[in-house]
Structure formats: structure tokens, C-alpha cells
């Protein structure tokens, strides 16, 4: 009996909707809201998010970066490079085990073959997808492109179609590139000091909710791991939480 109320209620409302044109936009627009956002996406709209991502590794520094994140309970997302070594076998499995998130970045990083054209930037993708599943079962859509999907080939003649070509496929084949909101410039060069990361973060947080954060994970780039601690206790000071990178994450890309 209380169905069949709803039921009326339900089908009553859309006619006075209809009838008396009730605020139809609004209802069009509220409308769209649940399909386009996930519960728990909604539920994130409002808070301060910090998505720490390492690129390039593992490297002989992932070790350190691990036990700095465990110390402060915070998980990252790392874009990942294909790395055999034995030390790095160990990289990937903690990073793993120990909660962070782990996607795609190139298995080779070498502009010369990654960027050579379209096919040969899936080659090397693929690559880097089949050495992570057969090893540690892992499988991401997540990606970033070496330098990001508006790097300096973008802006060439030669390689813009290519790099357009890449972005289309990828979008087509059903990954999500994802860049980045701050830059902490420790890419620049190793010789950037651990002071300007820092403050490049903390200049890049201003009035900004969602913030996702560019730092390297590279042998020669010490000063991104000393610079670390201060950067997440800056976020957290600021009232962010930490989060990693997924599907549901929303899209921060440059183009
Ligand atoms: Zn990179």
C-alpha cells in the first residue's frame, strides 16, 4: 500500500512538473548530478585533498619516501618506470603492500621512443602493463605521459600529431591520463634546493581544495625525500587529507 502512495506521489509530482512548469532547469540539472558523480566523489567535493604523486621511480630513494609517507599514515600514487633490477622488484612490492597506488608512466622514459609516434608509445606502454601484471598483478588505466600530456613536443610541428594522436587513443582504448596541479619544480634539476620544493607546494595550495602534487622519485633528486616531510606537514597543517589516484579521481589534465 505505502508502494503504491509512492507510486502516486511519484508520478503526481512529474505531472505538476509538466502541467505548471515547475523550475525545470533545476530539476534537469539536479538531474544529472548522481549519474555524473559517484557518492563518494560528492561526499569528497567539499574536503581539502592532497594527491602526492612520485614519478620515474622506483629508484634508490623509493625506500626512504615509503618509510616517510608510513610515518605520517599518508598513501601516494606512483607513475612508475620499468625497472628490473632487483632493488626496484622490492620497490614495486612494498609500494604495493603497503597501500599506495601504483600507475603507469612509461616503461622506458626515453623521449627518442616514447614519442616517436603514436604506435610506439603504446609499444612502450604495453611494455610497462605486461612487466607490472605478470609480476605483481597489478593493472591500471591510470596514466602519465613522460613530461606531462602539454610537454614541449606538443608545442613542435613534427610531434604535436603525434602527441594529439596518443591522447585521442588513449581515450579511446579506455585509460585516463592524469598531469598534475603543482608543480614542486624538484624536476627541474637536482641542484634545486629542498627550500624551493617546499615552497613551491606551499605557493601552489593557495586557495586550491584538490590539489595533485608533481614530485620525482629519482636517484639523483635526494632533495624531493628531504624536502618531503615538510611538505606533508605543511598539507596537513593546512587541513588536507591524503588520497590516491584512481578511476574515480577527478581528472586533472592540462588539455
Ligand atoms: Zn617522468
Known amino acids: 500500500m505505502k508502494n503504491m502512495l509512492k507510486l502516486f506521489l511519484s508520478v503526481a509530482g512529474s ?16 538531474a544529472m548530478v548522481p549519474e555524473e558523480m559517484t557518492p563518494l566523489l560528492k561526499s569528497k567535493e567539499n574536503q581539502k585533498i592532497a594527491y602526492l604523486t612520485f614519478d620515474d621511480g622506483p629508484s634508490l630513494n623509493t625506500m626512504e619516501i615509503l618509510d616517510i609517507l608510513d610515518r605520517y599514515h599518508v598513501k601516494a600514487t606512483f607513475f612508475v618506470k620499468g625497472n628490473e633490477e632487483p ?17 603507469l608512466h612509461s616503461y622506458t ?15 612502450d606502454l604495453n611494455r610497462l602493463e605486461t612487466m607490472l601484471q605478470k609480476e605483481y598483478g597489478i593493472k591500471s588505466r591510470i596514466v602519465r605521459l613522460p613530461g606531462g600530456s602539454n610537454n614541449r613536443l606538443r608545442h613542435q610541428a613534427a610531434t604535436k600529431p603525434i602527441i594529439n594522436g596518443i591522447l585521442q587513443q588513449l581515450k579511446e582504448k579506455g585509460y585516463i591520463y592524469i598531469d598534475w596541479s603543482i608543480d614542486s619544480t624538484d624536476g627541474f634539476s637536482p641542484s634545486i634546493r629542498e627550500q624551493q620544493i617546499i615552497t613551491a607546494v606551499q605557493k601552489g595550495t593557495k586557495n586550491q581544495k584538490h590539489v595533485n602534487i608533481l614530485l620525482h622519485d629519482i ?20 587541513g588536507y587529507t591524503f588520497d590516491t589516484i584512481d578511476e574515480t579521481t577527478p581528472k586533472m589534465q592540462f588539455n
Open 219 to 238: 636517484n639523483s633528486m635526494k632533495n624531493t625525500v628531504e624536502a618531503l616531510p615538510d611538505i606533508i606537514e605543511f598539507l596537513k597543517k593546512e
Open 15 to 30: 505531472f505538476i512538473i509538466i502541467l505548471f512548469g515547475v523550475d525545470v532547469q533545476n530539476v534537469q540539472v539536479h
Open 87 to 103: 632493488y626496484a622488484k622490492e620497490c614495486y612490492q612494498e609500494m604495493i603492500s603497503r597501500g599506495h597506488a601504483i600507475a
Open 109 to 123: 622514459h626515453d623521449y627518442s621512443i616514447v614519442y616517436r609516434s603514436t604506435e610506439s608509445f603504446f609499444q
